[in-house]
């Protein structure tokens, strides 16, 4: 995949905040691209066919992460988690321009300090670090567009995640986040 030229879509980042795979591509990939891409919050665990528990080797995420210079990993006490709330609030904070930074401290918080984002105290932690409202957010994850918005990208997405759309391309998977090492180093 080439950069895109002038014209060309923006490419995508298509994630969930409760999956360790998507914390080291969401930290890397910014860099990767060149260029911040637009993050779109896709529900994984509403995805026929979805069983976010089934194939995560914890000993190849913790060696992935250390790879790619990232804080040791911290499992949640439950894991995996319902990143349901957390991933109402990344959507909510798509909506206001704040995506990265919330996905960001939201997977951080998740995969750096071990809290369970199914807690909505821990997913307001994540949106304080990017100065998002207490109020404000929990009024907006209860709002019916955002939650339309969440239910029609997560209809939408591939089943792997992370996934990369550039272009005509989609990347998914451990494709899309060796794409983001190899761009990265």
């Known amino acids: 995949m080439e950069p895109r030229g002038e014209g060309a879509a923006r490419p995508r980042f298509l994630y969930d905040v409760g999956d360790p795979w998507c914390w080291i591509a969401g930290e890397g990939v910014n860099t990767a691209l060149g260029e911040v891409p637009e993050w779109v919050p ?13 194939g995560v080797d914890r000993a190849a995420v913790e060696r992935a992460a250390a790879e790619a210079g990232l804080s040791a990993v911290r499992w949640p006490a439950t894991f995996p988690f319902d990143s349901r709330t957390a991933m109402l609030a990344a959507t909510f904070a798509k909506q206001s321009g704040r995506a990265v930074a919330y996905s960001l401290a939201a997977m951080r918080q998740a995969f750096a300090a071990g809290r369970d984002l199914s807690v909505t105290d821990n997913v307001l932690i994540a949106a304080a670090a990017c100065e998002i409202h207490p109020r404000a957010l929990l009024k907006g994850i209860e709002l019916r567009s955002v939650r339309a918005a969440l239910e029609e990208a997560s209809a939408a997405a591939p089943a792997e995640l992370p996934a990369l759309a550039i272009g005509g391309d989609l990347v998914c998977g451990a494709d899309a986040l060796a794409l983001i090492q190899s761009r990265h180093d």
């Open 42 to 54: 896709v529900l994984a665990r509403a995805r026929e066919g979805v069983d976010r528990a089934a």
